[in-house]
């Protein structure tokens, strides 16, 4: 059973960075696709980020495209969110998520059933 635990959270200003890790226990994530995902009160859980278990392909929300960037390090089992230029609509409950134990094809994965192991998750707050 693998246990993700996700640390780094806080309270920024608009336009400051955070950087978020995800240390898993339980289990090895080299072979497992990992994402990010984050979910604001009153809305919808919204995936955020994937990284690809194969050769690190990553994938993002349009939302984020360009200010976050998601890698791991599967020597330390453990995978980052690196977030750039916040912004007030940024804020939510991130949580890293990873998927069962994959081969052949590495595909992106965007969906919240495509993953599971969930984190507690992280709050983040922007505020403006």
């Known amino acids: 059973q693998v246990q993700l635990v996700e640390s780094g959270g806080g309270l920024v200003q608009s336009g400051d960075s955070l950087s978020l890790s995800c240390a898993a226990s339980?289990?090895?994530?080299?072979?497992?696709?990992m994402g990010w995902f984050r979910h604001a009160p009153g809305k919808e859980r919204e995936f955020v980020a994937t990284?690809?278990?194969?050769?690190?392909?990553?994938t993002y929300a349009d939302s984020v495209k360009g200010r976050f960037t998601i890698s791991r390090d599967n020597a330390k089992n453990t995978v980052y969110l690196q977030m750039n230029s916040l912004k007030p609509e940024d804020t939510a409950v991130y949580y890293c998520?990873?998927?069962?134990?994959?081969?052949?094809?590495?595909?992106?994965?965007?969906?919240?059933?495509?993953?599971?192991?969930w984190g507690q998750g992280t709050q983040v707050t922007v505020s403006s």
């Open positions: 339980g289990g090895t994530l080299s072979n497992r696709v």
């Open positions: 998520a990873a998927s069962g134990l994959q081969s052949g094809v590495d595909i992106p994965y965007t969906e919240g059933d495509e993953y599971n192991y």
């Open positions: 990284i690809g278990w194969r050769d690190g392909r990553t």
